[in-house]
């Protein structure tokens, strides 16, 4: 059954458990694909429209972020809108590991895509001994159950 809006608690749970296994894969065409065409994005300071754009934009992220982790929360919703909370940890290429949190705000056309994405993200550098999200996501989790400072 595809997770097309209006979104009920569990089907906007599921579409941001999806969001997270699509963004985890690191395929930009994947990714992109999720999206509307002329998809419209905020993302910290850039603002992308369109496959070609998201593509190119998570193309440039994942050849710099390395050892990409994701975890996504449902934060909110109603209607075609999705509110979410995440981290992600990555390792630059420096070597040195960060771990990122961030809000998204989703909106999506009736086919179930994404059509607009605003996110606020700030990062942390992190010793590497300190990373939380290794490997694929427990399936008894229901939550990020990691603390956001």
Known sequence: MPLVPPFTAETAAQK???????WNTRDPE???????????????????????EIVAFLQEKWDTERDYALRKELWGFRGNRIGVRFQYECQDITGQWWRSY???LWEFAPDGRNRR?????????????????????????HGLLLPVL
């Not at 941001?16 to 699509?22: F, G, H, M, N, R």
């Not at 994947?30 to 496959?51: E, F, I, K, M, Q």
């Not at 994405?117 to 989790?141: F, K, Q, V």
């Open 102 to 104: 961030g809000n998204e």
């Open 30 to 52: 994947r990714v992109a694909r999720a999206y509307t065409p002329d998809s419209l994005w905020r993302n910290r300071d850039r603002l992308l429209t369109g496959h070609a």
């Open 16 to 22: 941001v458990q999806a969001a997270e296994d699509l």
């Open 117 to 141: 994405r605003e996110a606020s993200i700030n990062d942390l550098p992190i010793d590497e001994r300190d990373r939380r999200i290794t490997g694929p996501r427990p399936t008894a989790e």
